[in-house]
């Protein structure tokens, strides 16, 4: 019960920072935008990251 409960506020806390993220960056406004803008560079961040990691395992 306590891993649960951990994963559920680890979960929260990325949550909540992605959205003072977006509000930092791109204000009330544009929340919505500036939300799909920011899962979008996360996103390209992540894929680039683990094809790099990918190819350097094929390296060895």
Not at 30 to 56: D, H, L, P, S
Request: proline share 2%; charged share 25%; aromatic share 16%.
């Amino acid at each position: 019960m306590a891993l649960l409960r951990g994963i559920f506020w680890v979960a929260l806390f990325l949550a909540l920072t992605f959205c003072f993220v977006v509000l930092f960056e791109y204000g009330p406004r544009e929340f919505a935008n500036g939300a799909q803008k920011e899962y979008a560079r996360i996103k390209t961040f992540v894929i680039k990251r683990t094809e790099e990691i990918g190819q350097t395992k094929k390296n060895r």
